[in-house]
């Protein structure tokens, strides 16, 4: 099996290629994730579809129409749009206000995220499709990585109309337009808004070490960079409500996290998830 698999008789599973992957050292691991490509999830029934397709083609016809049937009186992604606030779904509303976007195309909508195809791989995997999954019932998404970029889709209204209607966003450019939204920000639950700023965190901050030698050792600062004035301010007051001081950067792009107190209360309340941090 393993000789099938390095000739290239058969593919690899995903599941077992992350699970290999974690074995070798973080050069290797790099190497071969940029010698190996995603094939969507249905490559292969779409292939033996088109052979049944051709050979039986009445038989085809009668059994879609017949499922097509039984689908329109099933309900879609009839998750609870009112669902209990909990730290699972203000991490993805943290994450989509970083990395996601959203359309609406007619009768056709998507919510999609969009980052870099090595350094966000795994938290896609990992921490969004997972919760998708959970929490929105979606199982199915699209994947596209070219180069640098990869991109997650799912194509829900349901999900679209959670995002508009319950947290206030709105589709097409949103860089300088969202906000945390009130029922997060204002939870008396702080771990609600510490999950949001880790999802925030994970896809727009970084982590990095000043060696000027005006200092005795690297000073480490946690940045995030959003070209969004209100939202920063935001950011500030949530972090603020934690015990964690931060504040904002020349650029006023930015705000930074710094001393040793903010930098461990920060990694003990929040942390990150993503390996790009």
Same mark, same amino acid.
């Given at each position: 099996?393993?000789?099938?698999? @390095?000739?290239?008789?058969?593919?690899?599973?995903?599941?077992?290629?992350?699970?290999?992957?974690?074995?070798?050292?973080?050069?290797?691991?790099?190497f071969?994730?940029?010698k190996?490509?995603?094939?969507?999830?249905?490559?292969?029934?779409?292939?033996?579809?088109?052979?049944?397709?051709?050979?039986?083609?009445?038989?085809?016809?009668a059994?879609?129409?017949?499922?097509?049937?039984?689908?329109?009186?099933?309900?879609?992604?009839?998750?609870?749009?009112?669902?209990?606030?909990?730290c699972?779904? @203000?991490?993805?509303?943290?994450?989509?206000?970083?990395?996601?976007?959203?359309?609406?195309?007619?009768?056709?909508?998507?919510?999609?995220?969009?980052?870099?195809?090595?350094?966000?791989?795994?938290?896609?995997?990992? !921490?969004?499709?997972?919760?998708?999954?959970?929490?929105?019932?979606?199982?199915? @998404?699209?994947?596209?990585?070219?180069?640098?970029?990869?991109?997650?889709?799912?194509?829900?209204?349901?999900?679209?109309?959670?995002?508009?209607?319950?947290?206030?966003?709105? !589709?097409?450019?949103?860089?300088?337009?969202?906000?945390?939204?009130?029922?997060?920000l204002?939870?008396?639950?702080?771990?609600?808004?510490?999950?949001?700023?880790?999802?925030?965190?994970?896809?727009?901050? @970084?982590?990095?070490?000043?060696?000027?030698?005006?200092?005795?050792?690297?000073?480490?600062?946690?940045?995030?960079?959003?070209?969004?004035?209100?939202?920063?301010?935001?950011?500030?007051?949530?972090?603020?409500?934690?015990?964690?001081?931060?504040?904002?950067?020349?650029s006023?792009?930015?705000?930074?996290?710094?001393?040793?107190?903010?930098?461990?209360?920060?990694?003990?309340?929040?942390?990150?998830?993503?390996?790009?941090?």
């Amino acid at each position: 099996m393993v000789e099938y698999y @390095c000739n290239g008789k058969l593919l690899l599973p995903e599941w077992l290629f992350l699970h290999l992957a974690e074995q070798f050292s973080s050069e290797k691991r790099a190497f071969f994730e940029l010698k190996v490509f995603l094939k969507q999830s249905n490559w292969g029934q779409s292939i033996g579809g088109r052979k049944t397709s051709a050979s039986h083609s009445e038989f085809i016809v009668a059994a879609r129409k017949s499922a097509r049937e039984k689908l329109s009186r099933l309900p879609r992604n009839c998750f609870d749009l009112n669902q209990e606030l909990s730290c699972e779904l @203000c991490e993805f509303i943290g994450a989509f206000m970083g990395d996601g976007h959203m359309g609406l195309y007619g009768h056709h909508a998507v919510v999609g995220f969009t980052g870099h195809a090595k350094l966000d791989n795994e938290y896609y995997y990992r !921490t969004i499709i997972p919760a998708v999954k959970k929490l929105f019932q979606i199982q199915t @998404c699209s994947i596209w990585k070219k180069e640098n970029i990869m991109r997650v889709t799912f194509h829900s209204k349901r999900l679209v109309e959670l995002l508009i209607k319950r947290f206030g966003f709105s !589709t097409g450019v949103k860089f300088d337009k969202i906000v945390i939204p009130d029922e997060i920000l204002y939870s008396s639950n702080e771990q609600h808004v510490a999950a949001v700023l880790r999802g925030m965190f994970d896809t727009d901050g @970084c982590v990095f070490f000043d060696k000027r030698k005006i200092y005795r050792n690297p000073y480490m600062r946690f940045n995030l960079t959003m070209y969004n004035p209100p939202i920063l301010d935001q950011v500030v007051q949530a972090l603020a409500k934690l015990g964690i001081h931060s504040s904002r950067a020349n650029s006023k792009k930015s705000i930074q996290i710094t001393n040793s107190k903010n930098i461990e209360g920060f990694s003990g309340l929040l942390g990150f998830q993503t390996q790009d941090i």
